[in-house]
């Protein structure tokens, strides 16, 4: 009894490095483990933390605390580029575990004074549209290398190389912050790089987002219009010495192949060997040293390659690549026995467009990456200072393009994956899939809306609805508490915050409810998920500020109205050129946020112990409630503009104040999806909400229909058109193939992928009942089409899982809680709830999901379009007989009709504007033996 294994996963703050975590920017780092099995009935009374510092003697802490997750630093704070080894047990009952296998943290130049080296720029080269510079230094070693780190940084892209090979394994380094205030610096261990003796470091510069182009205006060099380089290189050698060399004038600069560089338009490189190179001098240029930060979530590296699925030839004759996979990265292309100088140019896009390359969503990226050839035998091609959003390239240039000569390289921030879903129904499972590949290619660095065309910003509205769906799949609190900073950093002294973070657009629009809210929302999800106090501290008073702001453009009505809205972002029936003119009243969805955003400060201010605050904001929210209620929302429950986001926001986010309207809402909103025939209508504020809204007010089945809906517009639409990703617009491309005419028409935007949050919180059932997974709601909600779902999650506190199966008439619940978590089980069908404790846990039941029933005899219309079977054969009986068009255009002509008995139901179908539509005894004659008499 009382047996508990050592813990692992020994972790400092939200570093997921697999093996030590150099450069922390913390003195003091909080500690977290896995407790992987113990005993049932294990609880953890207390922990021993054991530090080694800097080789010395090691000390031994014991804490009386259950907590495992994020535990405070227990000894005194490290210094700038101290390393400690650490390890930890664990105790309950009187019994101690073994001792975790040890963690090295180190921490990086926590000071700005650690820093003797300056920026440099060439003085001549690596101008605004010339070749890339390489900034050069070479230098002497006295003794045997013990240890060497490189700090490094750079204004623009950078790539180091040491003797000749590569430092580190990242690409597009440092990253993208809102570089007027924080610019990341990365640590590297170069042990094993330097040498006794002679040395050369040299750094390659590449215009990235510094100086590139950002946006769709054209514009460069946002931030400063020179290239420019800080590293550091520390080497304690043999002798007990500390050599230190910075960037300084001694420097020299190069030019080197690339010969333009840009992430939206790419690469184009001159690979023959260079002979009587341009060098030229540096010198040093005044920059702020303050803004350097340490990273707090994984460099973004290349995380898988993939081969071509098919080479073929366009009807133009050109030779294009399939990937299989739309993704974000380049292509690595192998050529061989080409003349020196020979051309080759890769262009790249997601779709084909009447079998050529799509390129028009790309807008004005260019998306191109070419190459003048050395003339060797074999040449490996392929860009590292620019990406492309891409599933086809062409290849222009080589007589013949070899499959296995060509693979996509995937490149975006590293995140360690942390959710899993899967279910029997294989287009739902792509679906997740294609979720998964949008997280991976629009979290490159920065949360971004699209990652192909010429935009790739940090829209803070796509995050605010993906952030939980995010948190699921991607261990993303490094990330995203890094992107927070940045939108801290910029958001204005009234507290408005930009449309996008890092800001680099001129928009005056100062405040866009749903885009804005990212600033009191996304660290509130990060909360529930993480369980990191001290994260939701920092924003604090960043999230008050946005609601001060916002509170007070509502004035004492307390109604957020007027001025411009984003509103309900891309709502399916907004013309393809207006995506803001959306059903939902933007009055509606702004105070509905405004509501939202100060309840959420309120109960923030309640977790960070400041009574008083979150007693100001509930009142506030209160009041914004009540005056939602007063204005939007008649008695009966109706809301204003009596589309599904408006109820979808009110029940989610308890706008109704009683229940009869919670109930005439809930069912207003069903009616609603029933009437656009099970498909979406909702944009980028409803999209996220909806399927809460459904299920929480008793629509489990209405929820299920539109999940499951492949009718275009709906979540597996695209599925069904072969996409691998999720689209910007629910019909980005069209049902006859063709590409939608928006301006805005990208294949791989995460918002509308929200739902994915839905799948895992309540279909599967896997949902977050106190911060940090510390507590488990397990409620899943099975569906007659589907016999299995399953979702998987690593939380903080470690593995969890719950799957359900349905087979003969039987359902069987699996449910696994970690160590130092407990779990709310709520098995279907049974209608007392259980607590468990961590484990693996089994339940089998008589399957509450109730078999096909036929028709009742006093059905009314809703009734037929409730029973799938019969509704299926309605519509295809009124297709068929050319009453309607399509299933969309039935259930719109029965939306007056659903209290009427179904007896009306052809009549009403046939009731079509102007006069009665033909075909009508026809369909009489279809359905009579369906339909109840
Ligand atoms: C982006 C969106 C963004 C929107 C807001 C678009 O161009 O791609 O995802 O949220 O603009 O205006």
Known sequence: MGHVAAPTDLRFEHRTDDGPVLGIGTATPRLSWIIPAADPGFIQEAYEVELTRGGGASEVVRVASGEQVLVPWPAAPLTSRESAWVRVRVCGAGRWSAWSDPATVEAGLLRTGDWTARFISPRELGKLGAPAPVLRSTFDLPAAVVTARLYATAHGLYEATLNGCRVGDQVLAPGWTSYAHRLRYQTYDVTALVREGGNVLEVLLGNGWYRGRLGWDGRHAHYGDRLALLAQLEVTTSDGRVIRLGTDTAWTAGESGVLADDLYDGQRTDLRPRSGDRTGAVEVVEADLARLVAPDGPPVRVTQTL?????????????????????????????????????????HAEVLEHGELGVRPLRTAKATDSYLLAGAPLEVLEPSLTFHGFRYAEVGGLPEVRAEDVEAVVVGSDLRRTGWFSSSDPQLDRFHENVVWGMRGNFIDVPTDCPQRDERLGWTGDLQVFAPTAGFLFDSAGFLSSWLADLVAEQRPNGSVPLVVPNVIDSPLSAAAAWGDAATLVPWVLYQRTGDVGLLARQLPSMRAWVDYIAGLAGVDRLWTGGFQLGDWLDPTAPHDAPFEAQADPDVVATAYLARSAEVVGLAAAVAGDADVAEKYARLAGEVRDAFAREFVTPGGRVLSDAPTVYALALAWALLPTDDQRHHAG?????????????????????????????????????HRLMLQTGCPSWLYAVTMGATTVWERWDAMLPDGSINPGQMTSFNHYALGAVADWLHRTFAGLAPAAPGYRELLVRPAPVRSLTSASARHRTPYGDTEVAWQRSEGRLRLRVVVPVGAVATVHVPGRPEPVRVGHGSHTWQTVDPVEADRPLRAEATVRDVLDHEVTWRQVVAAATETGVVGDEAEAAARLQPFLDAPSSRLVDALALAPPGFAKGRRALHARLDHLLPP
């Open 667 to 703: 069912d207003r909103l069903a009616d609603l999806v029933r009437a656009s025939g099970f498909r979406i209508s909702t944009g980028f504020v409803g999209t996220p909400l909806i399927m809460d809204a459904l299920t929480g007010s008793g629509h489990l089945e209405v929820a």
């Open 307 to 347: 081969p071509a699925t098919a080479v073929f030839s366009s009807p133009s004759g050109a030779t294009l690549v399939d990937f299989g996979q739309n993704l974000v990265g380049w292509v690595r292309l192998r050529a061989r026995d080409q003349a020196p100088g020979h051309e080759v140019v890769v262009r």
